[in-house]
């Protein structure tokens, strides 16, 4: 006589150790919700095309949360929404992996809605099960985007009202439409023909995904009796009478036949065909030999602040350009204001030998600081000991600190006096050179060609003068 053994799927982990105290072997979903039986299903699919070992599954937020808990696979949790996105990366730095985002409807359609989009519209090579539950479970049965029309929630009482609140989102209707994705199909859990048909889309996405085809995606009508606070019976029922007549099932996209396997390959980051192909000149291939420069200008990090317009950005890309001529690595990073001309801005510059961790200089070692704002604003975070650069032209208060060093220069005056204020970004550098010993005036004079490259001579010869100028002063006065 055939001999049937019931047995935990190998997809599952074989004993859940979950919260310290709690029961062993159990799950923490709630009776008759669906999220359990998607899950088996999904394990026995993961054991039978046998990818234990190659899957990658992402858990959302929401009540499959700890669905790490169970999964005897490679596992992640991510922030809310954010599966796909987590997923885009885990897929593209792993291609041979099977990787699966796991979502409920608040998680995918509201606070991740575009990611998904995107994620879709890309064609990842991921597997995404969605379990539309018409509803928040995990938060106590607020309205999702899948909410049903008229459906009573705890943030709509007197039901969904397409007026107020919209209509549900219909994600398969959505994503069939892009070019990308290569299956998309709305499944349901509510009775065991309909398991059987989830059964089969599982295992269809999960094959898909194994032979690379890009984007998967499984609509799984899901039930939540504690959410819709009826019981696991009547969930069932709910889902067939009032889910199925607004969430119509059914394959909405299958290319998986002509579909081939996505192959990205990681780009190999060029920094000379980069510039090349961006039209970018700023390569350094001019190798300057360093001078004396004291120990603690060796490693820089910079912050140049000041309002729109008065050449901060400029300031920035100038020191960054004429280090990388002296071997150094070096980063730029700007951040604006809400405005451009007027507005408040300032970008970071890392000059220095080893590798560059963070590009902002949260705690500079150096302040350029061109407004009055700009000090008040970032003379705290200069670390103990650091330089602070300021334009007393402009900043009519003195700096609070006395544990930094200080140079105050008129910056605009020394501008003016040359006979354009907009020349103010080549004071700044001479008077760096000057400060830190780390350039040579000469040679950024020498790379002045290079830094304004098609501009006329006379723009040119009017900014040697400028860094000339900020350097004489700081050796003039300091
Ligand atoms: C960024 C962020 N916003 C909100 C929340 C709160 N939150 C936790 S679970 C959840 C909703 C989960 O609902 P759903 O995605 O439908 O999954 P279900 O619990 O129904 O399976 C929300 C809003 C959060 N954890 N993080």
Known sequence: MKKTVLRKPKGFIDVYKHKPGAEKDRTHYCPGCGHGILHKLIAEAIEDLDIIDDTILISPVGCSVFA??????????????????????????????????????????????????????????????????????????????????????????????ANTDGFPMKMCEVLSQLSAPTYVERVSLHDAPHIRRTRAAVRKALQNAKERKGFQFVEVLSTCPSGWKIDPVKSMEWVKEKMLPQFPLGVYKDVSNEAVAVERPVPIFDPAIVWEKLGISSVADVDFPRGDVPDEYRKMSIRVAGFGGQGIMVTGQALASVALEYGYNVSWLPSYGPEMRGGTANCSVNIQDGTIGAAEAVKPGLLLAMNRPSLEKFEKFIVPGGTLIYNSTLIDIKPVRNDIKVFAIPITGIADELGNTRVQSLVNIGAYAAITGMFNVDHVVELLPKLFKGKKQAIIDLNAKAVKAGYDYVKENF
Not at 106 to 118: H, R, S, Y
């Open 68 to 161: 790490y808990y169970y999964f005897d696979t490679g596992n992640f949790q991510v922030a809310h929404g954010r599966a796909p996105a987590v997923g885009t990366a885990v897929s593209r730095a792993n291609p041979d992996k099977v990787v699966i985002s796991y979502q409920g409807d608040g998680d995918l359609a509201a606070i991740g809605g575009n990611n998904i989009l995107q994620a879709a519209n890309r064609g990842e090579n991921i597997a995404v099960f969605f379990v539309n539950n018409a509803i928040y479970g995990m938060t106590g049965g607020q309205m999702a985007p899948t909410t049903l029309l008229e459906q009573i929630t705890t943030t709509t009482p007197y039901g969904r009202n």
